[in-house]
């Protein structure tokens, strides 16, 4: 095969190469700007959703799971966020303690979300109160932390949108959290 007969297919396997390129640039700018996965539709503000356990030495089985959202009409309203979040703490001697809970806020920034949510059921002390939860998603690393430590965990009045730092850390292999950042957007002040 000659050169000259080359060349014009390498032109366009090039040209449909560049052209790849800049249909990949401008689409992933347009989901960068806040569009959803099919490029038209907003994506959500907010979101915090996935299941782990906890990593615990003494054998304690503790599940967190997160079904937590925020809509894109929403964003600049934290507090209209929606959806549930479960946990679970069976320990060593068979015991167990469980809670779900309605969520009322959720804030997320980079891969760290605190979400809180009042307990519509449960067999804990905690139903009917507000609970707080932060997650740090890292991958194979994420950590969780949550409201209810410390000795007056029971009686506390927990204002939305507060948690304690991710300190616990996921048993390794079981976490898959997600966290979508949110894109807060402020009004531009007026000359």
Same mark, same amino acid.
């Given at each position: 095969?000659?050169?000259?007969?080359f060349?014009?297919?390498?032109?366009?396997v090039l040209?449909v190469?560049?052209?790849l390129l800049?249909?990949?640039?401008?689409?992933?700018?347009a989901?960068?700007?806040?569009?959803?996965?099919?490029?038209?539709?907003?994506r959500?503000?907010?979101?915090?959703?996935g299941?782990?356990?906890?990593y615990?030495?003494?054998?304690?089985?503790?599940?967190?799971s997160?079904?937590a959202?925020?809509?894109?009409?929403? /964003?600049?309203?934290?507090?209209?966020?929606?959806g549930?979040f479960?946990?679970?703490?069976?320990?060593? /001697?068979?015991?167990?303690?469980?809670?779900?809970?309605k969520v %009322?806020?959720l804030?997320?920034?980079?891969?760290?979300?605190?979400?809180?949510?009042?307990?519509t %059921?449960?067999?804990?002390?905690?139903k009917? +109160?507000?609970?707080g939860?932060?997650? /740090?998603?890292?991958?194979?690393?994420?950590?969780?932390?949550?409201s209810w430590?410390?000795?007056?965990?029971?009686?506390?009045?927990?204002?939305?949108?507060?948690?304690?730092?991710?300190?616990? +850390?996921v +048993?390794e292999g079981?976490?898959d959290f997600k966290?979508?950042p949110?894109q807060?957007?402020y009004?531009?002040?007026?000359?």
């Open positions: 095969m000659s050169r000259i007969a060349a014009p297919t390498r032109t366009r040209a190469g560049a052209a800049i249909a990949a640039v401008v689409t992933g700018g989901s960068a700007a806040g569009n959803g996965a099919d490029g038209h539709t907003p959500e503000a907010a979101a915090l959703t299941t782990a356990k906890l615990r030495p003494a054998g304690d089985d503790i599940t967190f997160f079904d959202h925020l809509a894109a009409k929403d /964003n600049m309203d934290p507090e209209a966020a929606y549930t479960t946990f679970r703490h069976v320990f060593p /001697n068979g015991k167990s303690g469980w809670a779900k809970a %009322d806020c804030v997320t920034g980079g891969k760290v979300a605190v979400v809180t949510g009042v307990v %059921d449960s067999d804990t002390p905690f009917g +109160k507000r609970v939860v932060t997650v /740090n998603d890292q991958g194979k690393h994420d950590r969780l932390g949550y430590i410390g000795k007056d965990a029971e009686t506390q009045e927990l204002p939305k949108c507060v948690s304690s730092a991710p300190f616990e +850390k +048993k079981t976490g966290v979508l949110w807060p957007v009004e531009q002040p007026k000359a």
